[in-house]
Structure formats: C-alpha cells, structure tokens
C-alpha cells in the first residue's frame, strides 16, 4: 500500500515561496495511470486542490492559482514538490499530497474545492504565513 509523507517549513513569512515536498514509498510516482496531488484545508474551510503531476510529468493547475503554483518531481527520489510564490496569510492551511487516479483528477479539475479524500494520503503538514 503507498504511503505518502509531506514535508514543509512550518511557517513562512508573507511574499516567501513556500516550498513542501511530499516522499512516497510502496509505489512509484512514475507508475502509469495515477496522478500525484496537493490539497490544502484552510481553517475551518474543505479541502482545495492546488495541482498534480501526472506519471509522465504532466502537470496539471487549479486555475485559480496557476500564477504562483508549480509542482515537479524528483523520480529517483520518488518524491514531489509544491512551489507556492508570493505567500499571504490566506495560504495559512494544511497541505496534503495525495495519489489519485483519473477520476479523482477530472473532478478536481472540473470543481478544485473538492468534497472527499478519495485515494491515498499523507497525513498534512501545517503552514502559517506569519510575519
């Protein structure tokens, strides 16, 4: 079964870019047909997808965020990273990867406040932007 684990900062200054990475072992991030994703929860508030990254590199952005999100993939690593650009204290949230199949991709894409945790997660990592 994957495991997926999130690492991050803790904490970022506002107009930082927060950088977290997420580690997978019991599966690769190369293996066809599944997408890896990062998701966030503000407090209080559901769950919004920030984007993925296909088996073959392809990247996929909620669209509301594409100016200041990008996300790679380290493959010998078996690990991918979010870059969020120009932090505000709106991106205060917990960040979660997650390994997704199509469905789950499609949906976020066509709705990114999605409704469940459909597919494998980490357990999140906390980020407060803070001056």
């Known amino acids: 079964q994957v495991q997926l684990q999130e690492a991050g900062p803790g904490q970022v200054k506002p107009s930082q870019t927060l950088s977290l990475t997420c580690s997978v072992s019991?599966?690769?991030?190369?293996?066809?047909?599944?997408?890896w994703s990062w998701i966030r929860q503000h407090p209080e508030k559901g769950l919004e997808w920030l984007a993925a990254?296909?088996?073959?590199?392809?990247?996929y952005y909620n669209p509301t965020l594409a100016r200041r999100t990008s996300i790679s993939r380290n493959t010998s690593k078996n690990q991918f990273t979010l870059q969020l650009t120009s932090v505000i204290p709106e991106d205060t949230a917990v960040y979660y990867c997650?390994?997704?199949?199509?469905?789950?991709?499609?949906?976020?894409?066509?709705?990114?406040?999605?409704?469940?945790?459909?597919?494998?997660w980490g357990q999140g990592t906390q980020v407060a932007v803070s001056s």
């Open positions: 997650a390994e997704w199949d199509l469905k789950a991709l499609v949906t976020a894409i066509s709705s990114p406040l999605i409704g469940d945790r459909s597919g494998s």
């Open positions: 019991g599966g690769s991030i190369t293996t066809p047909n599944y997408y």
């Open positions: 990254i296909a088996a073959d590199g392809t990247p």
